[in-house]
């Protein structure tokens, strides 16, 4: 989260502004972004000083960004490459693109640099919750990034919310099974309580009510509190009552611990696969 100390936020060339650029875009802005250019299709505005352009060959030749931010889909991250090269002579790049990594990322930038130069590439996983400052951003640099390089990362990604390293970079692929696709899961929870709501005969703006605020309530209970996931189950669980109920159908070896499982290891093989 933001914090009253740190140094501003840095001038960044954003390219892809769609639901995880434009997440991270929110809580940047909120907390005072140098003046920076944003790069996407889509999107219809951007408030002054900064800079939205349609296309990478549009950038504004006078642009030297300290830090450039890759936030396409991975499929579409070849045709922005040769754009990026001539500034990523002179900064970092973060990519957030599952799968790519950070090899194949400075190969394909290299192929557009002069001789002996070499592109810095950080990759990082974060989630949407990025848009209300609440993210989780796990990253890794390789040996080439500098200490202040690594630190300027962990200065734009703690704007959105918590941020740590990992020194592995394929322990990217199990992260992204988790906490980058995880919102999703927890949505789909949501989803799924307000259909049970509604099936047992409640009117639908209150089954909606109800799975909304027990998803965000029971998450906002979890880290006030500090206390583990599963004494907190076991305080909702009276013995022999309704919770203990349900979960003797959902904890059953075969229900959710199977299904959540196979889930990110699904989740993680699509990361590898997606690698290049
Ligand atoms: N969504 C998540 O929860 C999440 C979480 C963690 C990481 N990520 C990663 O974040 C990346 C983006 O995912 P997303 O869900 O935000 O995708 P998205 O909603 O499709 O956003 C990407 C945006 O970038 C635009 N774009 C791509 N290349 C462009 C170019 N050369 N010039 C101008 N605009 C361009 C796209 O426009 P077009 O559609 O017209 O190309 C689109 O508006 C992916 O690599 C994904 O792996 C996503």
Same mark, same amino acid.
């Given at each position: ?94 990519? /957030? @693109?599952?799968? =790519? ?8 930038? !290299?192929?557009?640099?002069? #001789? +002996? ?102 998450? /906002? @209970?979890?880290? =006030? ?8 189950? !076991?305080?909702?669980?009276? #013995? +022999? ?36």
């Amino acid at each position: 989260m933001a914090d009253a100390q740190a140094t501003p936020l840095p001038s960044i060339l954003l390219i892809g502004c769609g639901k995880m650029g434009g997440a991270m875009l929110e809580g940047w802005l909120a907390e005072g972004l140098a003046p920076s250019v944003v790069v996407d299709r889509h999107r219809d505005t951007l408030p002054a000083p900064h800079r939205l352009v349609r296309d990478v060959a549009d950038l504004p030749a006078d642009f030297r960004p300290a830090l450039i931010v890759l936030a396409m889909k991975p499929q579409k991250v070849a045709a922005a490459i040769a754009a990026v090269a001539p500034l990523a002579t002179h900064a970092p790049v973060l990519s /957030v @693109l599952a799968g =790519r990594t950070v090899g194949g990322l400075t190969d394909a930038l !290299r192929a557009h640099m002069p #001789p +002996g130069a070499h592109p810095v590439i950080i990759r990082s996983m974060p989630n949407t919750p990025a848009a209300v400052g609440e993210g989780m951003t796990v990253s890794y640099a390789p040996p080439c990034a500098s200490a202040a390089q690594r630190a300027l990362c962990d200065r734009v990604l703690s704007a959105v919310g918590q941020t740590a390293w990992v020194t592995h970079e394929d322990d990217i692929n199990v992260v992204t099974a988790i906490s980058g696709s995880g919102p999703a899961y927890v949505f789909l929870l949501a989803e799924l309580l307000e259909q049970a709501g509604i099936e047992g005969g409640l009117p639908p703006a209150l089954a909606r009510q109800i799975a909304r605020q027990t998803v965000s309530g029971a998450g /906002v @209970l979890m880290q =006030r509190s500090g206390i583990d996931a599963d004494e907190l189950r !076991r305080n909702v669980t009276s #013995p +022999g009552g309704t919770t203990q109920q349900a979960l003797s159908v959902l904890m059953a070896p075969d229900a959710w611990p199977a299904t959540l499982h196979a889930a990110v290891r699904a989740a993680t093989e699509r990361a590898h696969e997606l690698a290049s």
